[in-house]
């Protein structure tokens, strides 16, 4: 008698018993958010007491706000997989943990980041790791709609050697329309992006991927895990750096769906808070000002504004002509920053010595003889450096007796008493206040900078080392907008010039002692009120706390998270970075970002051919030993999960031409249409442009398609798609929700869409100085179909494309 194997239940019986757990799930989530609100409120309503409670109470607030954030951004796609273990055991994997309902019981959901979730990425039919079955669930909302199996005793069907983890989930996801936002991929990572995430967070870890790896997937999961993981950084958050407003609008809703608040998303143009740095600028001058050397110039800069003089200054006040010489100011501008003092915070010494020396030089008994030879002496020397010697011999030639000069040597007390007023009297005065304002100004990195760049003799002086056609290229208008270049120069002159904060100090002293006077006040009325009552043996408010803690406890707890604080403050020092499209980076940039984290925590994500910028890299090596040295480690990924192989083969000729070393990734996915190609001539250009976009948008109902063009060309032909499309966006705010997008190429960094239009390939490679890289990213975008139109020639490194029948 031939045994059998029992046949597996039913999909609904499958479905049904996955969402009876589901609902456990949701069920179990709702008692937890309401026991969490209710401790908030609790917390909330609290007195701080002391300065320590406020901190504490801050802080416990912010926790119990965190964790009520994560169960409610876990709601849709809360439970996603099911692991059966050789063992027995059951675990089900989401988005979150869920504890049991007692104590003692085991929990009802993994976090896909606990160690115990791993298998579920990386189990394989010859290294099952314990596992007998995985299960992938596919949810909508609350309900369970389909369920996948592998069991890991079989051997699953891949292309070619590549192992995926998944298959039918993973390739079900693959073949979803774009929505023009990234969807988190915690339900399909694969094992080498699961091994990169889980790596250690400790030194410097560069992901190296060809497009549609999954670059960006791995770095923002990354984040993700590693705030899991290393729970401190919980305090000091993650900065993820993006190349522009574009990307960061486009993955912005996958880690506030992976439920974390303490990752601050932004552009390196975002990173100086209060500034809107959106301006274009020549790419040439974003170059220039990229250089390493720009810190040394912006350092000259600001030497060139501490008392560097090269003739006497002549200062008429109290009725006298006071004369400076060089000398004495450079002294006093070295004694000023001696102890490393930053350009502000050193005014306050240099405004000592330069008015010591004139309360000094006033309280002498100057008259008209010292006038008389003071002009006699003009450029020759100090007058009040002269020493008791030379004073004698002028006395012999004047015919005067030498104490007359020096009413210091003459009366000291009487000295001492003239130059006390003085010194109470100059920081009044309009002349010596101007003085010091003109030699030793309070500076904003703003304003330096405009100073800096609106001035050609200013700029030659700090930056010798430039040509003069370089040095045009950084000149500017006044009340010119900022570019996202000028952020990294306005950080590093904030970091020279440093920060007063005594007006803020002050103010907030003062703020809180008017706070302590009204406690006062409304405990004093309260011992009024009981003294007329007449009750004194009964106890009362003002019995029990002092002025100081009644002020204290209305001070607000701080509910905002670690982003929005760190977004805020530009000496934030993160916990960790992640760097999406790293190759790009100029060295000003890393410069600024090194000074971000300076443990050097820093995950770097991109992909060396795909460099377009003239300030970045086309290496790891150019890009991070003038910061790290030979301390990074390299992990490649080699799948290429997006593009399918017949769409990558158009880029291929172009990636041998930039790096004959670099291998394209394995594509999981064939059996695409082939890249076409289409000649126009310049003139019908713009309307067959606009023609091909409606089509796409015409043929392909809820897909995405973006126009790639030069980035010269931007605005004209936009405009000519828009006159078929009026709903098309394009632009610095382009919304890429709508079904057609127009874009450059630096707009289109780290986007994928269901279909791409490249327009006007020649254009975009004689458009930067790394063209062939632009056309890289530019043909490398789509994950259905692709289309080139060529106004005349296609380029050589496209040859090879097929033409569309004409």
Not at 483 to 503: I, K
Request: glycine share 8%; aromatic share 4%; charged share 25%.
């Amino acid at each position: 008698m031939t045994s059998s194997s029992p046949e597996k239940p039913p999909q609904s019986i499958e479905i049904a018993r996955e969402q009876a757990h589901l609902d456990l799930l949701h069920h179990r989530i709702g008692v937890l958010r309401e026991d969490i609100g209710r401790e908030l409120r609790t917390v909330l309503r609290e007195s701080a007491g002391t300065a320590q409670g406020q901190v504490e109470r801050g802080a416990a607030a912010g926790r119990l706000a965190r964790q009520l954030f994560s169960l409610g951004a876990a709601e849709n796609g809360l439970c996603f997989g099911r692991l059966d273990r050789t063992d027995g055991d059951r675990l089900y994997i989401g988005r979150i943990g869920v504890p049991g309902i007692g104590p003692d019981d085991d929990p009802l959901l993994i976090d896909w980041r606990a160690p115990a979730s791993r298998p579920f990425y990386t189990a394989t039919a010859a290294a099952p790791q314990g596992v007998r079955l995985r299960r992938h669930l596919h949810t909508r909302d609350r309900r369970v709609l389909r369920v996948d199996d592998e069991l890991l005793a079989d051997t699953a069907a891949v292309p070619d050697d590549v192992q995926l983890s998944g298959e039918a989930a993973l390739l079900a996801t693959l073949r979803q329309n774009k929505t023009g936002r990234m969807q988190d991929v915690v339900a399909t990572l694969q094992a080498e992006q699961d091994r990169i995430i889980r790596s250690p967070h400790a030194g410097i870890l560069v992901v190296q991927g060809s497009p549609g790896t999954g670059k960006t997937v791995v770095a923002l999961h990354r984040a993700a895990y590693l705030l899991y993981t290393h729970q401190r950084l919980e305090r000091s958050g993650v900065l993820v750096v993006g190349p522009n407003p574009v990307f960061l609008e486009y993955i912005g809703q996958v880690l506030p769906g992976l439920g974390e608040t303490s990752v601050l998303l932004s552009s390196v143009g975002g990173l100086y808070p209060g500034l809107a740095a959106s301006a274009e600028e020549p790419l040439a001058s974003a170059e220039i000002k990229g250089r390493l050397a720009m810190a040394d110039v912006l350092a000259a800069a600001v030497r060139a504004r501490q008392a560097a003089v090269t003739a006497p200054v002549d200062v008429p006040i109290g009725g006298e002509l006071v004369r400076l010489a060089p000398d004495f100011l450079a002294d006093a501008a070295a004694r000023a920053t001696g102890e490393g003092l930053q350009h502000n915070l050193a005014r306050p010494a240099f405004r000592k010595i330069l008015f010591d020396e004139l309360a000094d030089r006033l309280a002498r008994v100057i008259g008209d003889i010292e006038a008389g030879f003071e002009e006699d002496l003009a450029g020759q020397m100090d007058v009040g450096a002269l020493d008791r010697a030379v004073w004698e011999d002028l006395a012999g030639m004047y015919g005067q007796d030498v104490a007359i000069f020096d009413i210091k040597a003459r009366e000291p007390a009487e000295f001492a008493e003239r130059k006390a007023n003085w010194l109470e009297a100059l920081p009044r005065d309009p002349v010596a206040r101007r003085l010091l304002d003109a030699l030793w100004p309070l500076l904003t990195p703003e304003r330096l900078l405009t100073d800096l760049f609106t001035d050609p003799a200013r700029l030659a002086e700090a930056a010798p080392e430039l040509g003069a056609d370089e040095r045009a290229l950084l000149l500017r208008e006044p009340g010119a907008a900022w570019t996202a270049s000028d952020v990294p120069l306005l950080d590093e002159a904030a970091e020279l010039l440093g920060h007063d904060d005594r007006v803020e100090t002050d103010r907030e002293a003062a703020r809180r002692a008017a706070q302590r006077e009204y406690a006062q006040g409304v405990l004093d009325i309260a011992r009024g009120s009981r003294d007329e009552d007449g009750a004194e043996e009964r106890l009362h408010a003002a019995d029990l706390i002092t002025a100081e803690q009644l002020a204290e406890w209305h001070v607000e707890a701080d509910l905002r998270t670690v982003a929005e604080r760190a977004a805020a403050d530009r000496t934030w020092v993160f916990g960790h970075v992640i760097v999406d499209e790293a190759q790009d980076l100029s060295p000003m940039a890393w410069r600024l970002l090194v000074r971000r984290c300076p443990t050097r925590s820093f995950t770097v994500v991109g992909d060396a051919a795909q460099s377009s910028d003239a300030a970045g890299a086309t290496s790891w090596q150019q890009a991070l030993e003038p910061f790290f040295g030979t301390r990074w480690r390299l992990e490649q990924l080699t799948v290429n999960y997006r593009t399918p192989g017949e769409i990558m083969a158009a880029s291929a000729r172009v990636l041998k031409a930039i790096a004959p070393e670099l291998e394209p990734a394995r594509a999981v996915r064939h059996g695409a249409e082939p890249a076409r190609c289409e000649g126009t001539t310049p003139e019908e250009f713009p309307l067959r442009l606009a023609a091909m976009a409606a089509e796409a948008a015409r043929g392909a109902k809820g897909l995405r398609t973006a126009v790639i063009v030069p980035s010269a060309d931007l605005e004209r032909l936009a405009a000519a798609v828009a006159v078929r499309l009026p709903a098309v966006s394009w632009g610095m705010d382009a919304n890429l929700e709508k079904d057609v997008v127009v874009l450059n190429v630096r707009q289109a960094k780290g986007l994928e869409f269901d279909s791409v239009i490249v327009a006007d390939p020649q254009g975009i490679l004689d458009g930067s100085p790394r063209g062939l890289s632009d056309l890289y990213v530019a043909l490398t975008r789509a994950s259905r179909t692709l289309h080139v139109l060529h106004p005349g020639p296609l380029p050589e490194v496209l040859s090879d494309l097929a033409q569309e029948p004409s």
